[in-house]
Structures are given as structure tokens and as C-alpha cells.
């Protein structure tokens, strides 16, 4: 697990599609026209919306992927497929479509050009450390802490839970 390459995706506004569930399993399938291959993908996770629990409910999962794209080109390529997805940036943290964010890239750690690895909140979020657990509990982050104890010990999200 040592070279892990690791994708949270999340959506709370379905947009074009019947629901959540169903636009992250189109963007799932999107990832191959990227040269991004799914190794293994965790289950959705429910949870509310943070930090304003009156935005609507999120979708939340993992998938452990495998690239040839560097961390920059796969940060680009994932930005490609929110942006088809209808990903429109606005105030901080307001609902989207969808929403897919680089957790770790192998054991690359600290501020590559602007691109700081690992993702510098996702061992707080259960939304993204409950999925990872569920599909790779040994997983060691590289800054410390297994996907386990850091699901466990997540302080945002702490509702999350799979569907």
C-alpha cells in the first residue's frame, strides 16, 4: 500500500443525474478515458454537509487508483472530470456535483509546487477515512495513523456512514 494513489469523490447536488449515487458512479466510469485505472473502490458513505449541515446530505467515497500520470497531470486530469460534471466554483464548501480530491499519491509528502501532499484534511474527515478503512484498514498515512484509527478518531463527519 505503499504506493497507493488514493481519490475521494464526493457530490451533494446531483445535477443531471437521478441522484448522487448515480453521478459518482458516471465519474468513476469517466476516470478510464484519463488513464486512470479503479484498483479498488469503497462503498458510498452518507453524511451531512459540512460545515453548513443545511446544505443537502453528501455522497462520499474512496477509490485506490493506479496511473501513469504525475501528481500535477492527475490533479488536471480529475479537474477535467469535475468540470464535465458541471463543478462550478463558488463560495467555499457550497454544494456541487461533484467533487474529487487527491488524498495521497504513494508516500510523496509536503508542498510539490503547490500541490500539498497529502491531502493536508483528510485524515480529519471520516467521510474520507471511513471509505478508505473500509477498503484498505492498513493503509499508513504518510504523515502517521492507520485508515482504521483515523476513520475512528476523525473529528469531522463523524455522522458518515456507509449506505
Known amino acids: 500500500m505503499d504506493d497507493a494513489v488514493i481519490v475521494a469523490l ?12 448515480q453521478a459518482l458512479e458516471a465519474a468513476l466510469a469517466r476516470f478510464r478515458a484519463e488513464g486512470i485505472d479503479i484498483v479498488a473502490r469503497s462503498s458510498w458513505w452518507r453524511s451531512a454537509a459540512w460545515p453548513d449541515p443545511t446544505d443537502p446530505a453528501f455522497l462520499n467515497g474512496v477509490a485506490i487508483v493506479r496511473t501513469d500520470l504525475d501528481p500535477h497531470a492527475l490533479m488536471a486530469a480529475l479537474g477535467r472530470i469535475e468540470q464535465v460534471f458541471g463543478r462550478e466554483r463558488g463560495r467555499r464548501n457550497a454544494p456541487r456535483t461533484l467533487d474529487l480530491d487527491l488524498v495521497a499519491y504513494g508516500r510523496l509528502s509536503g508542498d510539490l509546487d503547490g500541490l500539498i501532499l497529502p491531502h493536508p484534511r483528510a485524515a480529519e474527515r471520516r467521510f474520507v477515512m471511513g471509505p478508505l478503512a473500509e477498503i484498505a484498514p492498513d493503509w499508513e498515512h504518510p504523515m502517521g495513523g492507520r485508515a482504521d484509527a483515523l476513520a475512528d478518531a476523525a473529528t469531522v463527519g463523524r455522522d458518515a456512514r456507509p449506505l
Open 10 to 21: 464526493g457530490c451533494n447536488d446531483k445535477g443531471v443525474w437521478r441522484d448522487c449515487a
